[in-house]
């Protein structure tokens, strides 16, 4: 088992930026792929970005290319995203997810409970 906590959420306003933090505990490994996945209200879970995990293999869906990037210190157990350019639509749940494929987001098993990003207009 692994467990996954985020941490970083908050409201900022559109064109801010924010760090998510995610600490893996348990069974980490460092095999592991790494990703973040939102959710709005009334949306479905979307995948955001993936890493495997030597980073050298990344996902980023279409709107996020360019302002977010996920990045992962292995030796502490940790993924990182970094979101800037923040806008509106940004605005979701963020939940940190560990599994056994980059870009399959039904490879990923694990997840962690969630961090609110509101991003204000």
């Known amino acids: 088992q692994v467990q996954l906590v985020e941490s970083g959420g908050g409201l900022v306003q559109a064109g801010g930026s924010l760090r998510l933090s995610c600490a893996a505990s348990g069974r980490t490994g460092s095999t592991y792929a790494m990703g973040w996945f939102r959710q709005a209200p009334g949306k479905e879970r979307e995948f955001v970005t993936g890493?495997?995990?030597?980073?050298?293999?990344?996902y980023y869906e279409d709107s996020v290319k360019g302002r977010f990037s996920i990045s992962r210190v292995n030796a502490r157990n940790t993924v990182f995203l970094q979101m800037n350019s923040l806008k509106p639509e940004d605005t979701a749940v963020y939940y940190c997810a560990a599994g056994w494929a980059v870009r399959d987001p039904n490879a990923y098993i694990y997840w962690g409970q969630g961090t609110q990003v509101t991003v204000s207009s």
């Open positions: 890493m495997n995990w030597n980073g050298e293999t990344t």
